[in-house]
């Protein structure tokens, strides 16, 4: 199993950023798939999320209208968008396969726990920064 993520950088406060991950291993199209971000200070956080067929999709509140997540089944990738980047959004992205129930709990329960996450890539680093 491999998931391998790209498209991190350096990025001006406003700017944007395209992460994509490549899967490789399993059968990407039978996952609900998830984009985690870290911090040293806030910890892990779930940004994004989607399910196996694209519908439906998962933003948390710190991102939701700036960022889009999408995939291609065909292709064995996954993306995510990123606009009007903040320093906030400063982290280390990762492309992770999430339980099937994550997308709908998230929705009335932010926590995140380890057993939520299946495969994880190695992590894109994003830095908004002047």
């Known amino acids: 199993v491999q998931l391998v993520e790209s498209g991190g950088g350096l990025v001006q406060p406003g700017g944007s950023l395209r992460l994509s991950c490549a899967a490789d291993g399993f059968t990407f199209s039978g996952y609900t798939m998830s984009w985690v971000r870290q911090t040293p200070g806030k910890g892990l956080e779930c940004v994004a999320g989607i399910s196996p067929d694209g519908r439906p999709t998962y933003y948390a509140d710190s991102v939701k209208g700036r960022f889009t997540i999408s995939r291609d089944n065909h292709n064995y990738t996954l993306s995510l968008q990123m606009n009007s980047l903040t320093s906030e959004d400063t982290a280390l992205y990762y492309c992770?396969?999430?339980?099937?129930?994550?997308?709908?709990?998230?929705?009335?329960?932010?926590?995140?726990?380890?057993?939520?996450?299946?495969?994880w890539g190695q992590g894109t680093q994003v830095t908004v920064s002047s």
């Open positions: 992770a396969t999430a339980s099937s129930g994550l997308l709908s709990r998230l929705l009335v329960d932010k926590r995140i726990h380890h057993h939520d996450f299946g495969y």
